[in-house]
């Protein structure tokens, strides 16, 4: 018997699936962006010994002393104190809040009437911008680290929520069909089908999530806290120690980069079964 | 398995009349095509046959018969019987292994008889060296062998087909009909073959079924004499397929031109 055998484009997996790897050429260019900008900033700031001072260090920090406050601030003991807690209120706002959407969003997706009747106020929620909670959530729960765990959970709450919503909605009925012409029970239909499905929703809102996360911490640590990099941020902002501003910044940054990839690469894992049109944005 | 349809009247509660009066008979091991123009109401016979169409949908009067038993009263055993449908309903987050096991898992074969049952039809079907790719990554020639053999693996008697090749092209498609009836040969499964496609009923089917357009119901029955195993490629080629296909044309054609007319459109095909 004759088979056409038509060997699929091979789809690449993992850190392969970067379809726009930079090449060396855009490597060198971003090093050489990025330390052109670091050393002009320096310069502009009375830096390098030009004596070309632009701006004020009071408003603009330098960068050397930038990183030696970094240095400071994690020798102090304060750092660790501080990241502990905004990472604290970070995941487990994350982990209530995935829990949680993922809760109701179940609920909602199989109760069709129950989630029309909610839906005006589910609606009316998500287009309240996050940050106006906070002071109402500092006053119902404190200073210390539950009024951040909530926002934080606020934030992610409902992106989980819609995306489990629609994963319920989305589940396709012709592969319910499938299960069920091979003998299969709503077991087996939750198992190889609905699951999967929802899943598959959720892994894809991961992402959003975790920046949800942490951007609810550090902003319910400025409106009302005792510690977390928020708190001491607003602190040394106060008191015109901006290279401790920078400073937090920049870890925030490095923070947010990290908790970011390490998500793209577990939905990249989980969903690896999904055309790569899909898997990108 | 033998198969007989008696007397089915289908009407959806929404008001469209699908079947009336559809009565005939698959004998045991037979490979039986039915043809119809699109929207007869051949799919929504498979579907009533395979219990998934529930009473709340629509008002079904008559019997289907399973080896003398009334399906309708007493249900289908689990299992026993296959559905192929013209979309492949693979499930995308499993790779082509995983998916021909699902049958089997289902029935709670244990592992590694599973796997060497998925195994064994992976190489019948020429997949050997895709077991582990996802169906977004196969063509669509692969992932209808994939849905044929996940069928397959559990080991129905009785398998529905609804267009299962209608999505191909030509070459693929009658590449598929040569391996659908070796392995039906092998088998002798009790297959009901739906298309749209009088050539392909003509290729596959012992015998072919004639449905009206809608309300559906047999207008006729023709024995196709080709012995098997047929190659769907010489035969296509043969005298007597055309003389075949231009006797029965004559009488489906009146349903087809109908069709055509109804849409403002000639010789088009779309899904049943």
Not at chain 2, 24 to 41: I, K, W
């Amino acid at each position: 018997m004759t088979v056409e055998h038509t060997p699929p484009t091979r789809v690449p997996f993992g850190r392969r699936a970067l379809a726009a790897r930079p090449d060396l050429r855009v490597l060198i260019w971003r090093v050489v962006l990025i330390a052109g900008l670091v050393l002009l900033w320096e310069a502009a700031t009375g830096g390098l010994g030009l004596g070309w001072k632009v701006f004020e260090t009071a408003i603009l920090a330098r960068p050397s002393l930038i990183a030696a406050d970094v240095v400071d601030y994690a020798g102090s003991g304060f750092l660790l104190r501080d990241m502990s807690a905004t990472l604290s209120a970070a995941f487990l706002g994350l982990f209530f809040g995935v829990v949680g959407g993922m809760a109701v969003g179940l609920l909602f997706g199989y109760l069709t009437t129950v989630a029309a009747v909610f839906e005006p106020i589910m609606v009316a929620l998500n287009s309240l911008p996050r940050i106006t909670v906070a002071p109402i959530l500092i006053l119902w729960f404190g200073l210390d680290l539950r009024s951040k765990v909530v926002l934080s959970l606020f934030t992610v709450f409902f992106v989980i929520f819609f995306n489990t919503f629609l994963g319920v909605r989305n589940v396709d009925p012709e592969l319910v069909k499938a299960v069920r012409v091979m003998g299969g029970g709503p077991r087996d239909v939750a198992r190889m089908v609905v699951i999967p499905s929802v899943a598959s929703w959720i892994f894809a809102a991961l992402r959003t999530s975790v920046s949800f996360a942490l951007t609810g911490a550090v902003v319910g640590e400025f409106i009302g806290s005792t510690r977390g990099l928020g708190y001491r941020m607003l602190l040394a902002a106060g008191l015109l120690h901006t290279e401790r501003v920078f400073a937090i910044m920049l870890i925030l940054m490095a923070v947010g980069v990290s908790l970011v990839e390490v998500s793209r690469r577990v939905e990249r894992y989980l969903l690896r079964w999904r055309p790569p049109q899909a898997q990108m944005g | 398995m033998k198969i007989s349809v008696e007397g089915l009247h289908l009407r959806f509660h929404k008001g469209v009349e699908a079947l009336r009066d559809v009565s005939f008979e698959v004998r045991s091991g037979e490979l039986l095509a039915v043809v119809g123009p699109s929207g007869c109401g051949k799919s929504t016979m498979l579907n009533v046959i395979a219990s998934l169409i529930p009473p709340e949908e629509a008002e079904i009067r008559g019997k289907i018969v399973i080896d003398g038993v009334d399906v309708r009263q007493a249900g289908t055993p689990p299992g026993s019987l296959g559905y192929v449908f013209q979309r492949d309903t693979l499930f995308p987050w499993r790779t082509v292994i995983q998916n021909v096991e699902a049958g089997l898992e289902i029935r709670g074969t244990p592992q590694v008889a599973r796997l060497k049952k998925a195994r064994s039809l992976v190489d019948l079907v020429g997949l050997s060296g895709f077991e582990h790719y996802y169906p977004h990554q196969i063509s669509g020639g692969m992932r209808q062998r994939t849905s044929l053999i996940r069928t397959l693996a559990y080991d129905p008697q009785v398998i529905l087909m609804d267009e299962p090749f209608g999505a191909l092209d030509a070459q693929t498609r009658m590449i598929l009909q040569g391996e659908l009836m070796r392995i039906w040969a092998g088998s002798r499964k009790t297959i009901i073959f739906v298309t749209h496609d009088l050539a392909e009923a003509i290729t596959l089917g012992e015998r072919v079924v004639l449905f009206s357009k809608r309300p559906g119901t047999v207008t006729q029955v023709y024995d196709v004499p080709f012995p098997h195993p047929r190659d769907p490629f010489a035969l296509r080629g043969s005298p007597e397929f055309a003389d075949l296909h231009a006797y029965i044309w004559r009488t489906l054609g009146e349903e087809f031109r109908a069709e055509a007319e109804d849409k403002g459109l000639t010789a088009r095909r779309s899904t049943a």
